[in-house]
């Protein structure tokens, strides 16, 4: 089927570490983008790249990075310098028409 | 800059009833206007998408949705509401040449039977 996957669903981490958020989409959209959703405050953008090797900042993108190597993936990477990096992880593709589709999210805790 | 506001945490109506969910918008140029619909600890769902043309939009689920750019508005609506449409509702806007929509703080929609 086609869509957006992202992995893994939960993660823990301890403070101090670096983890990696995957998502892949096999929509063959050249869009991809992140956004961090915490409760009463919608979704606010991380990153996003319209194209291969190409990506730009979003509203909140201080101690996160991301990498665009190949169409389909769109990795992120939450770091230690993320102050506060519990929150819930939503990646998205988009086609030219401008509608996002989602992937089903990653909820990340710091223990 | 453009920006989302949702000013309803909640909406609350019975089923079978009408429903409204209010967006209103700020952007320059021409907006791009969609809404969203989240169910606990999922991804978002596209509803439907204002672009151009009629101002009335029909959309997933029986929901639709009027743009009103006097009022920069796009109200969602839906004729007779449903236990299942239980949900977070989140409307969301582009402007003209910017790439990356920018989200309201979404409307917690409950429908009771």
């Known amino acids: 089927d086609g869509g957006i996957t992202q992995s893994p669903k939960y993660l823990f981490r301890k403070e101090g570490q670096n983890v990696t958020l995957s998502c892949e989409q096999n929509?063959?959209?050249?869009?991809m983008y992140w956004y961090r959703q915490d409760p009463g405050q919608g979704l606010r953008l991380i990153y996003y790249?319209?194209?291969?090797?190409?990506?730009q900042k979003g509203d909140i993108a201080e101690g996160y990075s991301v990498s665009r190597e190949k169409k389909e993936s769109f990795p992120l990477t939450v770091t230690s310098a993320q102050k506060n990096p519990t929150a819930f992880y939503l990646c998205a593709s988009s086609p030219a028409t401008g509608e996002l589709f989602f992937g089903e999210g990653s909820r990340l805790t710091v223990l | 800059a453009q920006s989302v506001a949702q000013p309803e945490d909640q909406v609350n109506v019975a089923e079978g009833n009408p429903l409204t969910v209010k967006c209103t918008y700020s952007?320059?140029?021409?907006?791009?206007l969609f809404w969203y619909v989240q169910y606990p600890n999922r991804g978002l769902q596209f509803l439907l998408k204002?672009?151009?043309?009629?101002?009335l939009v029909k959309g997933s689920y029986g929901f639709e949705a009027e743009f009103n750019k006097s009022q920069t508005s796009f109200h969602l609506k839906k004729p007779s509401a449903l236990v299942s449409d239980s949900a977070l509702y989140f409307c969301?806007?582009?402007?003209?040449?910017?790439?990356?929509?920018?989200f309201g703080s979404g409307t917690r929609l409950q429908v009771q039977p």
């Open positions: 969301a806007v582009r402007g003209e040449g910017r790439r990356a929509l920018t």
């Open positions: 952007v320059s140029g021409n907006p791009y």
């Open positions: 204002y672009i151009t043309g009629d101002n």
């Open positions: 790249s319209q194209i291969v090797n190409d990506f």
């Open positions: 929509l063959n959209h050249d869009a």
